[in-house]
Nanobody, 128 residues
Framework: QVQLVESGGGSVQAGVSLRLSCAAS????????MGWFRQGLGKVRDGVAL???????EYSDAVKARFTISRDNAKNTLYLQMNSLKPEDTAMYYC??????????????????????WGQGTLVTVSS
C-alpha cells in the first residue's frame, strides 16, 4: 500500500510563505493526478491544487496566483509553495493521489469522497 507523508506545516504570520512537501513511498502515482486538499475547522474539505502526469496544474480560485503546485518524480515528492498566506488559509492540508487525469476536479464539489489515497495531513495556521 502506497503511503503519502506530508510535512512543512506550521504557525506563521499573515503575508509569509510556506512550502509543504508530500513524500510518496513509491512511484505508483508518478503519471497520475496528485494534489492538495484542505479542511478548516468546521468547514468542508476543499480542493486546493492538482497536478497531472504531464505537469498540467489546476487551482481553486481562493489560492490561484498565490500557491504553486509542483512534483519531482525522481524523488517521489509533491510540493505546494504557498505565498502571501492569509488567515483564511488556516487548515489541515492533505496530500492526495488518484489514478488518471485531474480533469478539472479541483473545484468539483464532493470529489474528495472518491479520491483513492490520502496522507495524514499537516496543519497550517496563519495569524493576522
Amino acid at each position: 500500500q502506497v503511503q503519502l507523508v506530508e510535512s512543512g506545516g506550521g504557525s506563521v504570520q499573515a503575508g509569509v510563505s510556506l512550502r509543504l512537501s508530500c513524500a510518496a513511498s513509491d512511484d505508483s502515482y508518478r503519471t497520475d493526478c496528485m494534489g492538495w486538499f484542505r479542511q478548516g475547522l468546521g468547514k468542508v474539505r476543499d480542493g486546493v491544487a492538482l497536478i497531472d502526469g504531464l505537469d498540467d496544474t489546476e487551482y481553486s480560485d481562493a489560492v490561484k496566483a498565490r500557491f504553486t503546485i509542483s512534483r519531482d518524480n525522481a524523488k517521489n515528492t509533491l510540493y505546494l509553495q504557498m505565498n502571501s498566506l492569509k488567515p483564511e488559509d488556516t487548515a489541515m492540508y492533505y496530500c492526495v493521489a488518484d489514478k488518471g487525469d485531474c480533469d478539472g476536479k479541483v473545484t468539483v464539489p464532493g470529489w474528495y469522497r472518491h479520491i483513492e489515497l490520502w496522507g495524514q495531513g499537516t496543519l497550517v495556521t496563519v495569524s493576522s
